[in-house]
């Protein structure tokens, strides 16, 4: 599986916990990326309740903190 902050984004409102085909069916009527359905079909067991997507993609408020902080630095250089 391969996430970024951006396809990860599309999952922020689905039902989780969720299992595999609830999110297959989420995503799909939500529009998402195929790149998030391929992602999505990846998941190996059918019956595992998925509680969010720190499960999909454990680094994710890793990311979401540094990329938080990279942020703030790069607008303090307008000021």
């Known amino acids: 599986m391969f996430w970024t902050p ?4 599309f999952l922020e409102d689905a039902p989780f916990p969720a299992t595999k085909e609830e999110l297959l069916d989420y995503s799909m ?10 992602n999505i079909m990846e998941i190996e067991d059918e019956e595992v309740m998925i509680e969010g997507i720190e499960d999909l993609w454990p680094e994710y408020e890793d990311v979401l903190n540094d990329e938080f902080l990279y942020n703030d630095d790069q607008d303090d250089q307008f000021y």
Request: charge should be negative; aromatic fraction near 0%.
């Open 29 to 38: 009527r939500a529009g998402c990326p195929q790149l998030v359905i391929d």
């Open 6 to 9: 951006e396809l990860a984004s």
